[in-house]
């Protein structure tokens, strides 16, 4: 059974540009999350799609964009790139919401660096 | 608004230690309580995966508890290898509708061998 793959697995950027990062869930699961990872700042939560709705979204501001397909993959798009968005941007899938009953399967992230 | 919070923030142990890392949380109405770890640059490795209505958890060398009461949870890892050097993080998910998971800053576990 695969898992959760995000892709791609590095990204250089430089300030200004925009970025598209793309996480395609495990079969079945309908529940895509983002967040971002950051040694400061531990896991901070981006949005959580469901059945293609946003459900959730965290404080970020609005060049965090984010959305999923029929097939429940999900991109996330960062417009106007800044220094400070250089990260490990993690997908999470589940079955269900959020953790829901049977917890989260994360991807090995992709690893966000702005020049 | 739930917090997470995780102590020590770091810890060293010689191999083949038993070991407890900590896990607390603010709000008791928790749904459930995931535990991970981390290897550096990599995704998050499920562990455990607690309901609200369990006490515990086991899987091999480890064993996850839940005290909703306190809020709390422990992850007790037995005869620590150094294997298990990585980060530690718990993830509580609130009960009640469409919730926010609150992770914690994580525990850096060292094993020395």
């Known amino acids: 059974k695969a898992g959760v793959t995000q892709t791609p697995r590095y990204l250089i950027k430089t300030r200004g540009q925009q970025v598209t990062l793309s996480c395609s869930p495990i079969s079945g699961h309908r529940s895509v999350s983002w967040y971002q990872q950051t040694p400061g700042q531990g896991l901070q939560f981006l949005f959580e799609y469901f059945s293609e709705t946003q459900r959730n979204k965290g404080n970020f501001p609005g060049r965090f964009s984010g959305r999923q397909f029929s097939n429940s993959r999900s991109e996330m798009n960062v417009s106007t790139l800044e220094l400070g968005d250089s990260a490990l941007y993690l997908c999470?899938?589940?079955?269900?919401?959020?953790?829901?009953?049977?917890?989260?399967?994360f991807g090995s992230g992709t690893r966000l660096t702005v020049v | 608004k739930q917090e997470v919070t995780q102590i020590p923030a770091a810890l060293s142990v010689p191999e083949g230690e038993n070991l407890v890392l900590n896990c607390s949380f603010t709000?008791?109405?928790?749904?459930?309580l995931q535990w991970f770890r981390q290897d550096p640059g990599k995704g998050l490795t499920s562990l455990l995966l607690i309901q609200s209505s369990q006490r515990e958890q086991t899987s091999g060398r480890l064993n996850a508890s839940l005290d909703k009461s306190s809020g709390r949870s422990t992850l007790y890892i037995a005869a620590s290898q150094p294997g298990d050097s990585a980060t530690y993080l718990c993830a509580a998910l609130p009960s009640g509708g469409y919730q926010k998971v609150t992770f914690g800053i994580g525990t850096k576990l060292q094993v020395i061998p």
């Open positions: 709000d008791s109405a928790i749904y459930n």
């Open positions: 999470a899938s589940s079955p269900e919401f959020s953790t829901g009953h049977y917890g989260y399967t």
